[in-house]
């Protein structure tokens, strides 16, 4: 691995701090939120409707207000979004593709603490996201002077977004949420190559199998309330950082 040259220790800042900014505000952000409405909780003695909307029952569904108010949870947010950002800006260095993938930082650590903690990805968060993505990569490729990545991009949000409406339609256990959160990833990932993209969607799908199952096993989380919503933003992280290098090792190059 080559040395990191003054650009990338600047990009690497950069990152830092938007990933420490976007945890300071990370309380006030889930604070704000709406809460969803559910199913409502069925008559003694009635069975339980069934309904792609209905995650969990009424009674075991946490506030995000009170999410908002855990303690130290601010300066955990910053740290993580530090180190994320930190290192994703040292792997992209000083690029348009910077650009187009510090957007998701915060947003990813918001919409994964919010999910492992209610098994929801909000959609006040994710529908704003798709503008902020969508602007940066019409700046980027219009910085560039070329079209080509943002239409691998598009190609990238039908891919990615296209397989998690259809595993939506056949499997249970997959919320919309995931299938707007799916659509954003595919849009940064298939910017930045091919390679990112289909590492990104396989990082995913094991880490939501296999981890989910591991997670199941241990009881850290309860049998069918597995958020997917993490795994997929630490695949994506994962296919930012080191995409070629795996696809190259795996033998997609």
Do not use: C
């Not at 569904?61 to 108010?69: G, N, S």
């Not at 299938?179 to 939501?208: D, P």
Request: aromatic share 10%; charged share 15%.
């Amino acid at each position: 691995m080559s040395a990191l040259t003054s650009t990338d220790l600047l990009a690497a800042a950069v990152g830092g701090l938007v990933g420490v900014a976007g945890g300071l505000v990370g309380p006030a952000v889930i604070a704000r939120l709406p809460e969803p409405e559910l199913d409502p909780e069925p008559p003694e003695g009635e069975e339980k409707p069934t309904s792609r909307l209905r995650i969990a029952p009424v009674h075991t569904k946490v506030l995000y207000a009170d999410l908002a108010r855990r303690p130290g949870l601010a300066w955990r947010l910053a740290l993580a979004g530090l180190v994320v950002g930190g290192a994703l800006g040292a792997v992209l260095g000083w690029s348009a593709d910077l650009l187009v993938v510090l957007p998701v930082v915060p947003v990813g650590m918001w919409l994964s603490y919010v999910d492992w903690r209610t098994t929801f990805l909000p959609t006040r968060i994710i529908a704003p996201t798709y503008g902020v993505v969508v602007a940066a990569i019409a700046l980027a490729a219009l910085l560039q002077g070329d079209r080509t990545d943002a239409v691998r991009a598009a190609e990238g949000w039908a891919i990615y977004g296209g397989l998690f409406l259809v595993l939506w339609i056949i499997t249970p256990g997959f919320g919309y949420g995931d299938v707007r959160l799916s659509g954003i990833l595919g849009l940064v990932l298939g910017w930045l190559g091919w390679s990112q993209l289909f590492v990104g969607i396989f990082a995913a799908m094991f880490l939501g199998g296999f981890g989910g199952a591991l997670l199941t096993l241990l009881r850290i989380v309860e049998r069918g309330r597995n958020p997917f919503g993490p795994h997929m933003l630490a695949g994506a992280a994962l296919a930012v950082a080191f995409g070629p290098w795996l696809a190259t090792h795996l033998g997609y190059y």
